[in-house]
């Protein structure tokens, strides 16, 4: 049974900057690609970012590139996320989840995925 659960949220003002993590359990970890996704208020769930099996290897959405880095730990089976000058609108719920954007479908049913950590950006 796939079990992620996220931590490392909280509030930040405009420029801060805050490191998340995901720690897995249930799948091989070292074998599966893993990405980060936002539930703002109001919107859709949002694909953020995937880091692939090679540890170079991976992939943001324009809203954060350049300001998000997505890593990972093997040894730890723990996934992070660097967001390095937030902005209002990278308030939301943050969530981990288990494999590239073609599973966008899964984790839109709540599959593959946590239940999020809060982030809460202000001026």
């Known amino acids: 049974q796939v079990q992620l659960v996220e931590s490392g949220g909280g509030s930040a003002r405009t420029g801060e900057s805050l490191t998340l993590s995901c720690v897995a359990s249930g799948f091989t970890f070292e074998s599966a690609a893993m990405s980060w996704l936002r539930q703002a208020p109001g919107k859709e769930l949002e694909w953020l970012a995937t880091?692939?099996?090679?540890?170079?290897?991976?992939t943001y959405a324009d809203s954060v590139k350049g300001r998000f880095t997505i890593s990972r730990d093997n040894a730890k089976n723990t996934v992070y996320l660097q967001m390095n000058m937030l902005q209002p609108d990278d308030t939301g719920t943050y969530i981990c989840a288990r494999g590239p954007k073609t599973f966008s479908d899964r984790w839109r049913r709540g599959d593959e995925r946590g239940q999020g950590t809060q982030v809460t950006v202000f001026t």
């Open positions: 880091i692939y099996i090679r540890l170079d290897d991976t």
